[in-house]
Every structure is written in C-alpha cells, then in structure tokens.
C-alpha cells in the first residue's frame, strides 16, 4: 500500500509515462464505450416503454399506426421533462454537446462542465425517446468527455495530457456509438484536438479500439446501414456528377445550419416578447414536433429507418425531397426549442434524403452513363454530414465503416471535399465553431485570435509601485483618455487598445459605485501582454508539432 501511495503520487506530481499513458487510455476507452453502449441502449429501452414498439429501429412505421393524441402530446411531455432538468440544473437552460467539448480542449485544459453535463446527457435521452429530431453523439461526445476530465483531474493532468485523455475518450465514444474505430479516432483528432499530432494518435488509437470492441460484445460487428450490391460507379465519366452533388449537398448543409441558428434566434425573441418561462421552451417545441409527426412519423427520433430506406432506395424523388425538407424543420425546432440531441445523426438522413433525390434526377437523365442512384444517396450523406461536421477525414471514414461499402470510396470522397469546402465559406468553418462563434468565442479564427481570451488582465497587470509602471500622472491621463480596462477582462479586450492608440500600457481600473472617480488598480503594459501571447502560442504550436 505504501509503494503504491508513492507511485499515485509521482504520477499525480510528475504524469504518467507513456507506456502508463497508454493503459490509462485503454482504460479511458473502455469506460467511454460502456457510456455509449449504456445510452444507446437507454434510447432503445426508453423508446420501447414510451412508443410500446418491440424493435425501435422501426420506431417511425410503428408510431404511424399509434393514435394521432399520443403521437402528439409523447414530444411535449418529453419537452417539458427536459424543460425542467436544464432550468434546475444548468444556468442557461442550454445542453450542452460537441461545441462546448472543442471549447474544453481548445481554452479550459481537457476540463468540459460535469453538473450542467449531466443535465443535458438526462435531457438528450429523454429527448431522443420520446420523438425529438436530433442526433445521439453530441450527448455521447459530451459524456465521455465528462469521463476524460474526472480522469485529468484525478492524475491533475496538465493542458496537453488533459486533452489528449479527452481526444481518447471521444474517440472511445465515436467508435462504439458508430462500431467506427477509424472514424472515432479521425474525429477526435480532426474536430476535438483540431491537431494531428504524433505523440496522440497511439493512445487515441488505442481508445477507439478498446470503444469498438465494447459496441461489438454487445451489438456485433454489424454496420449500421445495409446497402444494395449495385452501387457502384459506372465509369469515370459519372465523377463530374458528384462534383455537382457536393456543391449541392453544401448548399444544403449551410440551410441545415442556417435554420437552426435561426430557429434558435427566433425562439429566444418570442421567449422575450412573451415572457415564456425557460422550461416551457422545450414543451412548446415538442408540441410543434408531434403535430408535425402525426403527418410525418418519419420525423420522430435519430431517423435511422428513413436513411436506410434512402440508401436502399426505396424512397421516391417527392418522398425524398419531401422528408429531406421536414427533417431540417423538424431538426431545427428540437434544437431551437432546446430540447437535447446533437445534429450529426439529422445531417446523415437529411444527406442520403438529398444524395437520393440529386441521383435519381441524374439517373433519369443519363442512363446510359450513370451507375446507381443508391451510390448518390451514400455520397450525399457524407457530403452533407462532412460539411455541418466541419471533418471531411473522419466523416468519410464514418460513412465507409457505417455501410461497409469500401469499393465507393471516390465518389464519396469527391462530394465531400466539395461540400466542405462550399459549406466553411458560409458559415465560420463548421456548425460547432459556428455555435461558438455565436456565444464570441473564436476558435475558427485559429489560436492567434482565441488565446487571447484565455488570459485575463489580472494575471498580467503591474501595480502602480512596480519599477516598470509608469508615472501616477501618466495613468490618470490615460484613463481620462478612455485607455483602460478592467481587472476581469481578457488580453481580447486589451489589444485592441494597444493598437488603437499606438501607447505602450492602458490604465486597469475598478469602478467604485459609492466615488464618481474610477480606482486605479495598476497598468497593463503592452510588453508584457505580448510576451504572455507569443509563449502561448509558442506552446501551441510546439503541441500541435510534437
């Protein structure tokens, strides 16, 4: 017991080695795949009880022959579950998902928020089961990233280790949520890390291995989706039509995105303007989804049956267009009414929905030279996934292990390079750092802009008796000339200044509601704000190059 207390605390004192790493990861993976394991099966189970349907991957052909007061009140209920979870136990009434996981790597050392986590995983299975249009990974992503950052804090890990135990983590989730184990440990290098650095890709390896494994002991080694044995290309003269569906599928990704943001906005004016209490939010917007359910069922839930029926082929051009244009409205009021889920899951329906219809208008058109229409239905929901996701590598590698269908790897990959790259002009790179970007957070700017924000103003001030501080006289003046800022603001808020006046400090003040006059508290000198962002990059960068 003694040699162990030692050990413990040479590891929480010094880290772990790397060989230590890589159990740590191992094990970090296990867990992560159980988490997913356990709430895809909480869905099912819940889904089961509340639908009464014995096979839940059929939930919408079951709920259509459900009475059309049930099919409406199950999301509304739901909603106001959710409604009462997020307003006790979050401070915004917001879930949390991918977005706030890339912020945790990204500024807060691997650490994501475990109480308001916890409250959106809840939310999110209640969501999903009963009828809300959204995805499950955002909630797995966040929950294991939960699982990374209780690990971190444990071994008191430091930046770069707590982010790599969160990479391995989500890579865990990814890789038993979608039995992708290549795919999991791309995306969270890709979207998560955001970097590709080598000494992180064998313990991420390792995690989605061991994530794999776990969904495979309880689920089999199945994929997700089974696809008709014809499609294929039919020569290379076809390429150029997927080049066209990529563009497509941008276009439509960026409405995805754009109606989400919008129905968030909209929502959170009609709260305003009618004084909604934040927890009939999710109600209101689970009410609209069951009245659109009674018409529709093919909007309930995640949408599996509705993108297997397209990526078989089994759906007409209007039927495909129809429920292409429903899941974004549908998928747009689940998120805008807060209700829980993440999008990843809606972005691959509504993609095979449109990858279908773009491939039977091509078909029909020329037949002579095209191959399937079921290839395009694959290739559009890589395409329309890739670009909401902001990750063509492991969106392509996800689709490939979804359907077991290597042969199509090129036109796959055609359309989703197109769309990715139509679709990061539109919206600032991706739907998360979009989200981001909303709250004033600037992760798709790069490091050069959101490190800034790291540091707050108080951690790099001088007093006005240091040797360095200018004279009293100086402050006051750069004070009464609006050169100031306050002790809790970041280095975001002082730069600008610096650069506006061309002055080599700003005075830092507090304002003293019972004195007219502001207290001078010290000066921030531009030298050393510099020097705090040039190592921060610098350390940046050495992590991003290891």
Known sequence: MAAGARSWAVLREKGPSQIQFWFIALAIGIASGYAAVAFML??????????????????????????????????????????????????????????????????????????????????????????????????????????????????????????????????????????????????????????????AIAPIAISAAAGSVISRIHFGDV????????????????????ILLGLTCGLVAFVLMRSIFMAEDVATRVQARFRIPAMLRPAAAGLMLGAMAIFFPHIIGVGYETTSMALSGDLLLQEAIVFAVLKVVACSVTMGGRMGGGVFSPALMVGALTGLAFGLIATAFLPAISGSDTLYALAGMGAVAAAVLGAPISTTLIVLELTGDWQTGLAVMVAVSIATALASRLVDRSFFLTQLERRGIHLAAGPQRYLLAMYKVSSVMKALDHPKAPAEDRVRRAVNEGLFVAPG?????????????????????????????????GVLLHVDALRVFNRALAATAAEEHS
């Open 223 to 242: 994929t997700e989706f089974e696809l008709p044995q014809d499609g294929v290309l039919a020569f290379y003269v076809e390429l150029p039509a997927f």
């Open 42 to 199: 909480g869905i099912e189970h819940l889904q089961t009880f509340l639908y009464g349907t014995d096979d839940p991957q059929r939930l919408h052909s079951f709920a259509a022959s459900l009475p059309w007061f049930w099919v409406l009140i199950l999301p509304a209920m739901g909603g106001l579950v959710v409604g009462a979870i997020l307003t006790r136990f979050t401070p915004d009434a917001r879930v949390r998902g991918v977005a706030e996981v890339i912020e945790a790597s990204a500024m807060k050392e691997g650490r994501v928020e475990r109480r308001a986590g916890l409250a959106s995983i809840a939310s999110s299975l209640i969501t999903l089961s009963s009828g809300g249009s959204s995805g499950r990974e955002g909630p797995v992503v966040h929950m294991c990233g939960m699982i990374a950052g209780w690990v971190s804090n444990r071994l008191n890990a430091d930046g770069i280790t707590g982010r790599e135990l969160l990479g391995c983590a989500v890579a865990a989730g990814v890789a038993a949520s979608f039995n992708a184990p290549l795919a999991g440990a791309l995306f969270a290098l890709e979207v998560v890390l955001r970097h590709f650095a080598v000494h």
């Open 489 to 521: 603001d970041t280095l975001e808020a002082a730069m600008p200044l610096f650069e506006k006046s061309g002055s080599d400090f700003v005075a830092v003040i507090r304002l003293d509601e019972s004195s007219e006059q502001p207290q001078v508290l």
